[in-house]
């Protein structure tokens, strides 16, 4: 398989080759999640605009399988950390150890130092230890006795959290929550599904089954590519009047910042493109805005109470921003 290395912009034959990458992918991590192929695509938008996934739902509906899939297809190295109470920030990072053997102290690298870490029940662990990922997050970099060590690209966390209201969980504060590029959820399947899953001979959940299709070298240089998709300057006002829209709404305590805003450009460069085309339109906008935007929307205490979520802002606000029309520049 060829790598995009194209400097310039993505043309019509390179959004072609990232399409059929990206549903060879796809493919592969459907052949162990069935039924989710909305929510393999937003991992995969996620996964080449560098960013990261949370994952919300109860226990048992494939979220680590998903994670692992998605590591296989990509034929990079899988981390994996179970979050507990007990755990300790250098589980997550790593530390230095003195070596007997030479009298040399090392680094010990932890398991973020992967493609794709599944940091698993992300919100079982207290504050210190979920912190110790914001780092690594934001700049692919673990720093330990004041030396710097850089992560494996492509790198993307996926984390998966429990419902708030299940016991011995803690709620993740907003500087976190900034960090993961979207929010999704799986879901139970459809019926239709279920009783796939069900059956004997089913592939559902068989992780080492997943063919690898691509390699990591490949999707960091695609990735590189796709960010310089062009978006067009009327699709850059919709988002910023969306943004702007969200943290007018006097419901909102905290509305969507500009790294936000920010994210979503990225993550419809991708989306976009693993449609066929080298462009962006509003119907992306409005696909992306609920997983992208609406974790970073933080509704007061009484909006709360009145039953309000942050999904039904940023829904009632696309409902109220006029999108671009197609003559508008």
């Known amino acids: 398989m060829t790598a995009l290395i194209n400097p310039t912009v993505p043309g019509e034959q390179e959004i072609a080759a990232f399409g059929r990458l990206h549903q060879r992918i796809g493919d592969a991590v459907e052949s ?8 393999v695509d937003l991992v995969l938008v996620a996964t080449f605009a560098g960013g990261h996934v949370l994952l919300e739902d109860v226990p048992g509906t494939g979220k680590t399988t998903l994670a692992r899939a998605v590591g296989r297809a990509m034929g990079g190295q899988v981390g994996r950390i179970q979050f507990t109470p007990d755990l300790l920030p250098s589980d997550v990072t790593g530390t230095t150890v003195f070596d007997p053997r030479d009298g040399q102290i090392r680094f010990r690298q932890g398991p973020v130092f992967a493609n794709v870490v599944l940091a698993d029940e992300i919100n079982r662990a207290a504050a210190k230890t979920q912190s110790a990922l914001l780092e690594v997050m934001q700049e692919r970099t673990v720093t330990v006795d004041g030396v710097g060590h850089p992560v494996p690209r492509p790198f993307v966390v996926i984390a998966t959290q ?7 969980t803690y709620r ?9 590029l979207l929010r999704t959820s799986l879901g139970y399947p459809d019926a239709e599904h279920e009783i796939e899953v069900l059956r004997p001979n089913s592939t559902a959940g068989l992780v080492d089954d997943v063919p690898t299709v691509t390699t990591p070298a490949e999707v960091a240089a695609v990735a590189d590519q796709l960010s310089r998709l062009h978006v067009a300057d009327p699709i850059l006002r919709y988002v910023r009047d969306i943004g702007m829209t969200i943290r007018r709404d006097p419901r909102v305590r905290v509305g969507v910042s500009t790294r936000g805003l920010k994210a979503l450009v990225g993550c419809l460069q991708v989306y976009a493109a693993a449609r066929g085309r080298h ?12 997983p992208v935007l609406a974790h970073r929307t933080v509704l007061g205490r009484d909006a709360i109470l009145a039953g309000h979520t942050s999904e039904g802002v940023v829904h009632e606000v696309l409902e109220t921003v006029q999108p671009p029309q197609p003559d508008a520049g």
Do not use: C, M, T
Request: proline share 8%.
């Open 162 to 168: 429990n419902p708030i209201d299940l016991e011995g």
């Open 32 to 39: 162990a999640v069935h039924g989710k192929r909305a929510v």
């Open 172 to 180: 993740l504060p907003e500087a976190q929550l900034d960090r993961f």
């Open 279 to 290: 462009y962006v339109v509003p119907s992306d906008v409005q696909r992306l805005a609920e």
